[in-house]
């Protein structure tokens, strides 16, 4: 085969065009006009993104649950067990000091002190005919002993407000049976003020303080954040059972404790929040969730945990 049949492996247009034509042509363009501001675009955008993470800052939160509760209020609980009677008070009632709540079915007590009142009083007018008689006035003073013990047992039976105060919630109904410590009913004062119990992680214990914001959240309610100022913070770290008995059985449980924690405080500073413009009022139990800022750096420095380092050496 001679060169002359080989085949070229160009069309023979264009063998046709380069043989005719007398213009050089021009380099091959392999990015079009919208590359050009394009680079200039991702060298603003990494800009801005070095100057974000250079003075921005990333927060980190002490998280837990967090329950409202009526600071001057008062659990009045059974003294002994029984069944219930009679109850004297209504929700919303305000009873004095010391004033009868309720009482257990007492009426085989009532009919012995009674019947040692009645023995009392026979002993007691033969002893003032024969004061001489030893055996009438020892007789007397056994009777006595009868009936303080007998008085002191139906006051047992008889379940009183330890001080004056509103009638909250009357958790008994008459014929219920109840145990010793179970709740009766609970007092609080009108005008009572309410805090926000928070129970944080333990592990932030040394980060917390007074005076520091806290932010709460009602259960029902999502992100219609309140924002209140620590009051306290507990000096000790404790379990869920020491909480329990801080909260007492009814509060603790509608929250939900896992781990150790630290018990924070604030201050209500109003009876009522706002959501989307209408106010509603807090109750005492109501839960939620609260977080409270315990530490802020540099978005630059949570990437790069070692420039930590660096910049404590560098502002020691």
Known sequence: MTQATKKSPFREEALRHAATSRKEGTILMLSPGWTRWTYWVLVAVAAVG???????????????????????????????????GAIAVSAGQRVEAHSVVARL??????????????EFELQLIGALRSPADKQMRDSLASVRVQKEL?????????????RAGLVGDVRIRPGQRLDVGDLVITL??????MSVIAMLPGQFRPQLRAGMPLRFEVSG?????????????????????????????EIFDTVKVDGPVVLVEAKCPEPTFRVDNQTYDYHHGMSGRADARVRSESILVALIPGLRVVFERFGG
């Open 50 to 84: 070095a100057l974000f993470a250079i003075f921005g800052s990333v927060n980190e939160y002490a998280i837990g649950p967090a329950i409202v509760r009526v600071r001057s209020r008062v659990d009045v609980t059974a003294a002994v067990a029984g069944v219930v």
């Open 221 to 249: 309610y999502l992100y219609a954040y309140q924002e209140f100022v620590i009051e306290s913070v507990s000096k000790q770290v404790i379990g869920p059972d020491e909480v329990k008995r801080y909260l007492g059985q």
């Open 188 to 193: 609080a004062d009108e005008s009572a003020p």
């Open 105 to 118: 079915n007492s009426a085989s007590e009532m009919a012995q002190v009674d019947r040692l009142q009645h």
């Open 150 to 162: 007998a008085e002191a047992h139906l006051e047992q039976l008889t379940i009183r407000a330890p």
